[in-house]
């Protein structure tokens, strides 16, 4: 029995002798996932692009369906059938896997948010499907958070090995200046997410949302702000989203990674573009926004379903955010990006998860508020005093020895 | 089930361990430690260590490999060696001992311990069972708290490795009167 929880996560339903019932839900709740998870990304690339033609000022898809709403599956027939090249020095077998290595984990992330269900007094998110007990969440395993940097952290192989394994020189730069973005950006990402665990206590992903029960709960208001900040940039970074999209900075680089790349194999990579902004969305719900935790009630909704109403809302929130960026913030110059990342992001996330750790400590243990505050806001002044002088020397070593940079 | 995982997982375990050693491609020889790694977090995850198996993932093939990678491809190493030919002439033999001394050490401690491994359920502690955050628990708990010290120490040893590889990477600038 054990062993069937802990590998299909702890979802009550994969608990006990799996008979016909349970697996079909689960099985239910896969292809519902999966159809789910398409057809939004297909509406993610249309709401895109006419947001995007609206900031400016154009019409943007308007012919294929109404309100070209279409255009992305008529974008993807068109794509399919056109002929799927391979450069001659291409590596056959690494040029074929690189696709799915980046829209695999896109996908997975789904596997793990919370889409639903009644968090209200203690409910924990069960809701009863034909007489069992379920999360609407396809699997909830014991470190789901983990999970999510774990597929993260495997993405940046499906951009790295398309650009090497096309055999080709600008894709190569594209990709390596990827993945350095991508890895030096996974640190920050991580320790914002840290800040998180250590308010709620627990690593499951539904264990999170049923932590933040109320507004002030919301771990955006709880941790302070600032790690969402530092989720929400590192996260752009991430998935290589403007202005941090130097991947596929077409002045330079042709078209980054995916220079060589054509017909469904391109497909899948843009399709693991857009997927990721949305799963990116969800996370950030999940995390810092309470989940499908709503604010009120919404009258004549039944609890499970208003969980989803309120999800879906708050991830859309975060989609026209993403665009608003696209449209409206110039791309990073690469050293200003890595700059950020190391030298503002990294510290700063890491200095914030150290405050929160101590005044957690301080309120356990029923230290003295006011002492505890102002010896950390001591230190605090004197590690940026630190950080900032050590970057000017730094700096001024640079300058003197001629460097380009 | 844990017999079809565990075949599945040593079979990834053993395919990929082969491909690092005999695949000629650097490239390629790094992907197969990649299966590797995965095999291992799959045999970690049916034994119930979650954090084991994600810190696996996260830190192994998301980190490790993806540095040797870009080793890899910024030195312009990525093209195929000839397995015949061999570098250091003590290097293979010296391999070949090594091996042949971890898999007799291995079956040497399962011979001896032979009781305690042959027990079903020997050694399970019941809290993980039970508390799925008790993984995570119990690892910090030794790591900050019986074996703070060692690791201390060894994040300290990590800092010297990385300032040392600082200083070794930079060039020494001639002075500004030797250049001019």
């Known amino acids: 029995m054990n062993n069937t929880t802990s590998i299909l996560g702890l979802d009550p339903i994969a608990i006990g002798d799996l008979i016909w019932a349970p697996l079909v839900i689960i099985l239910l709740k896969v292809v519902v996932i999966f159809v789910l998870g398409l057809v939004a990304t297909m509406l993610m690339v249309w709401f895109e692009r006419k947001a995007i033609a609206g900031m400016g000022n154009r019409i943007g898809p308007n012919k294929a369906g109404p309100w070209g709403l279409l255009q992305t599956l008529a974008d993807g027939i068109k794509l399919f059938f056109k002929e799927d090249l391979m450069p001659d020095r291409a590596d056959r077998f690494v040029f074929k896997l690189a696709p799915y290595l980046a829209f695999v984990p896109a996908f997975l992330v789904w596997s793990v948010i919370p889409l639903g269900g009644d968090f209200s007094h203690g409910k924990g998110g069960l809701v009863t499907w034909f007489g069992h007990v379920t999360r609407v969440q396809l699997a909830d395993p014991p470190v789901g958070v983990l999970l999510l940097l774990a597929l993260s952290s495997v993405a940046v192989y499906g951009i790295m090995l398309a650009g090497w394994s096309s055999g080709s020189k600008y894709p190569l730069l594209g990709s390596v200046r990827a993945s350095a973005q991508m890895v030096s950006y996974e640190a920050a990402l991580g320790l914002s997410i840290a800040t998180v665990?250590?308010?709620?206590?627990?690593?499951?992903?539904?264990?999170?949302?049923?932590?933040?029960?109320?507004?002030?709960?919301?771990?955006?208001?709880?941790?302070?702000?600032?790690?969402?900040?530092?989720?929400?940039?590192?996260?752009?970074?991430?998935?290589?989203?403007?202005?941090?999209?130097?991947?596929?900075?077409?002045?330079?680089?042709?078209?980054?990674?995916?220079?060589?790349?054509?017909?469904?194999?391109?497909?899948?990579?843009?399709?693991?573009?857009?997927?990721?902004?949305?799963?990116?969305?969800?996370?950030?719900?999940?995390?810092?926004?309470?989940?499908?935790?709503?604010?009120?009630?919404?009258?004549?909704?039944?609890?499970?379903?208003?969980?989803?109403?309120?999800?879906?809302?708050?991830?859309?929130?975060?989609?026209?955010?993403?665009?608003?960026?696209?449209?409206?913030l110039p791309r990073f110059r690469y050293d200003q990006l890595m700059d950020l990342g190391w030298k503002i992001l990294i510290p700063t996330s890491l200095g914030w998860f150290m405050l929160m750790a101590v005044l957690r400590l301080s309120r356990d243990e029923n230290w003295n508020r006011g002492l505890v505050a102002i010896v950390a806001a001591v230190i605090i002044l004197g590690c940026v005093a630190l950080m900032s002088t050590a970057v000017k020397v730094s700096k001024a070593n640079r300058e003197r020895e001629g460097a380009m940079f | 089930m844990e017999l079809v995982v565990f075949v599945l997982a040593a079979a990834m375990i053993l395919v990929g361990g082969l491909g690092v050693v005999l695949r000629s491609h650097p490239v390629h020889a790094a992907l197969s430690l990649i299966l590797t790694l995965f095999g291992v977090a799959v045999m970690f995850v049916s034994q119930q260590a979650h954090f084991l198996a994600a810190v696996q993932v996260i830190v192994y093939a998301g980190a490790i490999v993806v540095l040797f990678l870009f080793v890899i491809m910024l030195l312009g190493v990525d093209r195929t060696e000839d397995l015949k030919t061999e570098p250091f002439k003590v290097q293979r033999p010296l391999a070949v001992i090594v091996g042949l001394g971890v898999v007799g050490l291995v079956t040497a401690a399962v011979v001896t311990s032979r009781d305690v491994v042959a027990t079903r359920g020997a050694g399970i502690i019941e809290p993980a069972m039970t508390d799925p955050d008790s993984n995570i628990r119990q690892l910090s708990r030794s790591v900050f708290g019986d074996y703070v010290v060692a690791f201390e120490v060894t994040s300290v040893l990590l800092v010297v490795a990385v300032v040392g590889t600082v200083l070794l990477t930079r060039k020494v600038k001639p002075t500004s009167k030797e250049s001019q």
């Open chain 1, 197 to 328: 665990i250590l308010l709620a206590g627990t690593l499951s992903t539904s264990g999170i949302v049923g932590h933040q029960s109320s507004f002030a709960d919301w771990h955006v208001v709880s941790t302070g702000v600032i790690p969402f900040i530092i989720f929400m940039l590192a996260a752009t970074a991430e998935m290589n989203r403007p202005p941090f999209d130097l991947v596929e900075a077409e002045q330079e680089l042709v078209g980054g990674f995916n220079t060589e790349y054509s017909s469904i194999r391109f497909g899948l990579f843009f399709l693991a573009e857009f997927m990721n902004t949305i799963t990116m969305s969800g996370v950030i719900v999940t995390l810092f926004f309470g989940g499908p935790q709503g604010l009120f009630n919404i009258p004549g909704i039944p609890g499970a379903i208003e969980g989803s109403i309120w999800l879906i809302a708050k991830v859309l929130v975060f989609l026209y955010i993403y665009v608003w960026m696209r449209a409206t």
